[in-house]
């Protein structure tokens, strides 16, 4: 399977533009509300049309502005599974999944009979969607989107209106139905956690803009800008100045810091994720004395808000285990080291 979108679409607040190939694997789209990631999907889905580009699936042409090519949805083999699931509510399941089944009589019940049983619903066949767990009605509009013999899952934040419990059951259940699906699938989240265990690529979309493409290993190691940075979860991001080849300084934590490597003349900010930096024993490399501001008890860390000593700067946000803390005995000042190599430098 192999999925080319090069589009553009204005929007009201900004272009949309997506530039990107995804073949035989999970492919999200991570950015936060409003920013162009679920109009991408329609895009592809042909429920919306670009204003140029072209879109291209397993070498069929779904969409060309220019040679005035534009499938109508049900003609691009195409699954789009909705929040809501979208399943009939006045079907039972076996005839939403015949509704959508191609073939004769026989081969539409030979699909029906495969999915139910693909997806462990054959016990629930005549029932009614309302009747039906949440998992169950996710696993049910799989099964309807399968049974229609699609190339590409469209998969647009599936979990968003769940509580946690039940969207932790829904996610490893659609992890499981991923992993034995031979085609492809664009994830749509602006849950971190959730590309990152369901997706093997990520690509970053801020305000319209898809950025660089990454491992989902790469994106959380070296974000390379703001948006990708704040997205994938850090909390402590300051602006920064490069004073040596290898030495920034943060201008709002008010802190020189040694770099793992060598420091771009146009880098502009510096971030460090709160459960990379450690206490220390005393002065040292990236080592300051920090006043304790705020001290905030989570479920199982807690989250302390540092300032360096002496200074109105911003503070930084460090996150420890709760046994880790209370071995410290809540003082009111500390060394704290920024390790080099956890530093995180962006130019934009």
Same mark, same amino acid.
């Given at each position: 399977?192999?999925?080319?979108?090069?589009?553009?679409?204005?929007?009201?607040?900004?272009?949309?533009?997506?530039?990107?190939?995804?073949?035989?694997?999970?492919?999200?789209?991570?950015?936060?509300?409003?920013?162009?990631?679920?109009?991408?999907?329609?895009?592809?889905?042909?429920?919306?049309?670009?204003?140029?580009?072209?879109?291209?699936?397993?070498?069929?042409?779904?969409?060309?502005?220019?040679?005035?090519?534009?499938?109508?949805?049900?003609?691009?083999?195409?699954?789009?599974?909705?929040?809501?699931?979208?399943?009939?509510?006045?079907?039972?399941?076996?005839?939403?999944?015949?509704?959508?089944?191609?073939?004769?009589?026989?081969?539409?019940?030979?699909?029906?009979?495969?999915?139910?049983?693909?997806?462990?619903?054959?016990?629930?066949?005549?029932?009614?969607?309302?009747?039906?767990?949440?998992?169950?009605?996710?696993?049910?509009?799989?099964?309807?989107?399968?049974?229609?013999?699609?190339?590409?899952?469209?998969?647009?934040?599936?979990?968003?209106?769940?509580?946690?419990?039940?969207?932790?059951?829904?996610?490893?259940?659609?992890?499981?139905? =991923? @992993?034995?699906?031979?085609?492809?699938? !664009?994830? *749509?989240?602006?849950?971190?956690? %959730?590309?990152? $265990?369901? +997706?093997?690529?990520?690509?970053?979309?801020?305000?319209?803009?898809?950025?660089?493409?990454?491992?989902?290993?790469?994106?959380?190691?070296?974000?390379?800008?703001?948006?990708?940075?704040?997205?994938?979860?850090?909390?402590?991001?300051?602006?920064?100045?490069?004073?040596?080849?290898?030495?920034? =300084? @943060?201008?709002?934590?008010?802190?020189? !810091?040694? *770099?793992?490597?060598?420091?771009? %003349?146009?880098? $502009?900010? +510096?971030?460090?994720?709160?459960?990379?930096?450690?206490?220390?024993?005393?002065?040292?490399?990236?080592?300051?004395?920090?006043?304790?501001?705020?001290?905030?008890?989570?479920?199982?860390?807690?989250?302390?808000?540092?300032?360096?000593?002496?200074?109105?700067?911003?503070?930084?946000?460090?996150? =420890? @285990?709760?046994?880790?803390?209370?071995?410290?005995?809540?003082?009111?000042?500390?060394?704290?080291?920024?390790?080099? +190599?956890?530093?995180?430098?962006?130019?934009?």
């Amino acid at each position: 399977m192999e999925l080319s979108v090069k589009i553009e679409k204005k929007l009201r607040n900004f272009t949309l533009r997506a530039d990107f190939s995804a073949k035989d694997e999970v492919f999200a789209l991570l950015g936060a509300s409003g920013c162009g990631k679920s109009m991408t999907l329609k895009c592809i889905a042909g429920i919306e049309t670009p204003d140029r580009g072209r879109i291209v699936l397993n070498g069929r042409v779904l969409f060309d502005s220019e040679a005035g090519i534009n499938l109508k949805p049900q003609a691009r083999k195409v699954g789009y599974l909705f929040q809501n699931y979208a399943l009939f509510p006045n079907m039972t399941i076996a005839e939403n999944i015949a509704f959508v089944a191609s073939g004769d009589k026989a081969e539409k019940k030979r699909k029906v009979q495969a999915n139910l049983a693909r997806f462990k619903l054959t016990e629930v066949a005549q029932a009614y969607p309302h009747e039906l767990s949440g998992g169950q009605q996710q696993r049910a509009a799989f099964a309807r989107i399968l049974a229609a013999d699609v190339e590409l899952l469209l998969l647009d934040e599936p979990f968003a209106a769940l509580d946690s419990y039940l969207k932790w059951q829904l996610e490893m259940e659609l992890g499981d139905v =991923l @992993a034995d699906y031979d085609g492809a699938a !664009l994830l *749509v989240s602006h849950d971190r956690g %959730e590309v990152y $265990r369901l +997706a093997d690529r990520i690509a970053v979309i801020d305000q319209g803009q898809m950025e660089a493409v990454h491992t989902k290993h790469g994106l959380f190691q070296d974000p390379a800008t703001l948006a990708a940075t704040l997205l994938t979860g850090c909390k402590n991001i300051s602006a920064v100045k490069r004073i040596a080849p290898d030495r920034i =300084l @943060a201008v709002d934590w008010q802190l020189e !810091l040694q *770099v793992a490597g060598a420091v771009s %003349e146009d880098v $502009r900010f +510096a971030g460090i994720r709160a459960h990379y930096m450690e206490v220390a024993a005393g002065p040292g490399e990236n080592t300051y004395a920090m006043e304790v501001i705020k001290v905030v008890e989570d479920v199982f860390s807690y989250l302390i808000m540092l300032r360096r000593q002496g200074t109105e700067a911003r503070p930084l946000r460090l996150e =420890l @285990a709760k046994d880790e803390w209370q071995k410290i005995k809540n003082p009111t000042t500390l060394y704290l080291r920024l390790p080099a +190599a956890k530093l995180m430098l962006m130019e934009h």
